[in-house]
């Protein structure tokens, strides 16, 4: 049990049913943190975890609140998932009670009951807390994820090739498309990992537009050689562009490892800017890995610059 200085009162306790009450307050939790810091701490994959699954395969804690007037808002949520080679640990905190204990006390629940293994979790925000919160729970920083942008005006051009051919995906690309990614991103353990239900989920959410996934083939054979997955925030059948101050994202280009050094990262990657700029968006922004030096010059080149970090935790759990 936890009180803060207006003697609100909150006690962690576990969700067992992920009914329309906890999923406000989880959502009420992260909007307060996204309002605060400018990004919430839920990320896409959580959000796509609770509402296509639940709590399979997951564990959800909440800090309920009992203010003066017996009633309060809730503290913070800390939401655990089991990604299959590791535990993966999302822990929000409302602004207004950071500094109490509230974190450490979900933290400290989630924790306690988490498998022998690893344990990771991400740090999207600015939040000082969160790294002195992590230092205390044993955890070390393993990664880092930056966040680049670049304005959707004055794109180089798409160069015209002969060989190539940029078009839409179909259906009939899902199974080259998971081949691809899974290769491309063999090293990335959450994009690495996208199977035909992770791809069929991604494609159900509000923002997924087909004429925005973009596939690369063999003019000659009509291989499958890559892929340019873009994202926006215009909804399938708006029909319009999604106006100003919308931003566009390079969501994934994957390149099959037997088409490497064709240029086909850069060809695929102008392609999607063209698309995403097409649609108004006025700045496009993509993530990349701190330390692939390669990809990040890659991106530079393109006029992408970093504007923010985020972390990447990490503990191996006591095993049994």
Known sequence: MVETRDTTTFTVREVDD??????????????????????????????RHLEHRGLEGARLWVAAATGPDGRGRPGGFA????????????????????????????AEAALADAPAG??????HTTDEHADRLADRLGFAVVRELLVMERPATGLPPVAERDDVRIRTYTPDD???????????????????????????ERMAQDWYDPA??????????????????TKTARRP???????????????????APEAQGRGLGTLLTL??????????????????????AGARAVYAGLGFAVVATHVQYAREAPTA
């Open 271 to 292: 392609a999607g800017l063209h698309h995403l700029a097409s649609w108004g968006v006025q700045r496009i922004e993509l993530y990349v890995e701190g330390d692939n």
């Open 118 to 123: 690893r344990v990771v979790a991400w740090r």
């Open 18 to 47: 992920l009914d329309s009450r906890a999923r406000d307050e989880v959502v009420g939790v992260d909007a307060d943190v996204r309002a605060a810091f400018g990004g919430g701490a839920l990320d896409e994959a959580g959000q």
């Open 79 to 106: 939401l655990l998932r089991d990604t299959g080679a590791e535990h993966d640990l999302t822990l929000a905190v409302r602004p207004a009670v950071a500094g109490h204990g509230v974190g450490t006390a979900l």
């Open 237 to 255: 059948g708006d029909g319009g562009p999604v106006g100003d101050g919308a931003d566009g994202e390079v969501y994934v280009v994957g390149v």
């Open 212 to 229: 925005g996934l973009l596939v690369a083939e063999d003019a000659a054979t009509g291989a499958v050689l890559g892929f340019h997955w």
């Open 174 to 200: 899902r199974d080259d498309l998971l081949r691809i990614n899974a290769a491309a991103f063999a090293r990335h353990p959450e994009q690495g990992a996208m199977d035909e239900r992770d791809l069929a």
